[in-house]
T-cell receptor
């Protein structure tokens, strides 16, 4: 079964608003990563947060991680129409290979 | 760099046919993986490899074989296609280890009738 579960499944907002997506997982992790997928394309890495970190920023992205609750959130501030995509969290295990397990994703639509 | 390339982009198979999905990367990544993505869902790991000559099963390996004879290539073979294997297949590569991002190919959309 999937390690990561995301909510909401779909989110529709106006340009300029903030978008928040949540991810919950079940087992211990080394880190958690967020990826973006534009329609019909491969996934692109956005940001990585280690298990000993609580918050991380990258441009308009803010990620939080709460290992006690086994949850993470991705906030996109001042959204743009170009942010329209599906967003996936991926938990990475502690093996030498560092395998990833993906959630089912949140589909974000930003209306101009 | 071309990154991760996949061929073909689209494929239609009849039930029982076999085929190989090709994946290549030019970033000298030791770790490569195959995922399938069904409509409205995330990616599920089929097989992965941490280097040439080493492969291992992921979450959904049944019906698929892989081999890794070179660092660059990681083909995925469907032995006897079934309608349940209709999906989009993504190949990815990265440096082995937990704190590295994966680089994904553009995907192969496979339909089995």
């Amino acid at each position: 079964s999937q390690q990561g579960e995301e909510d909401p499944q779909a989110l529709s907002i106006q340009e300029g608003e903030n978008a928040t997506m949540n991810c919950s997982y079940k087992t211990s992790i080394n880190n958690l990563q967020w990826y973006r997928q534009n329609s019909g394309r491969g996934l692109v890495h956005l940001i990585l947060i280690r298990s000993n970190e609580r918050e991380k920023h990258s441009g308009r992205l803010r990620v939080t991680l709460d290992t006690s609750k086994k949850s993470s959130s991705l906030l996109i501030t001042a959204s743009r129409a170009a942010d329209t995509a599906s967003y996936f969290c991926a938990t990475v295990d502690n093996t030498n290979a560092g395998k990833s397990t993906f959630g089912d994703g949140t589909t974000l639509t930003v209306k101009p | 760099n071309a990154g991760v390339t996949q061929t073909p982009k689209f494929q239609v198979l009849k039930t029982g046919q076999s085929m190989t999905l090709q994946c290549a990367q030019d970033m000298n990544h030791e770790y490569m993986s195959w995922y399938r993505q069904d409509p409205g869902m995330g990616l599920r790991l089929i097989h992965y490899s941490v280097g040439a000559g080493i492969t291992d099963q992921g979450e959904v390996p049944n019906g698929y074989n892989v081999s890794r004879s070179t660092t660059e290539d990681f083909p995925l073979r469907l032995l006897s296609a079934a309608p349940s294997q209709t999906s989009v297949y993504f190949c990815a590569s990265k440096t082995p280890g937990a704190t590295y991002e994966q680089y994904f190919g553009p995907g192969t959309r496979l339909t089995v009738t």
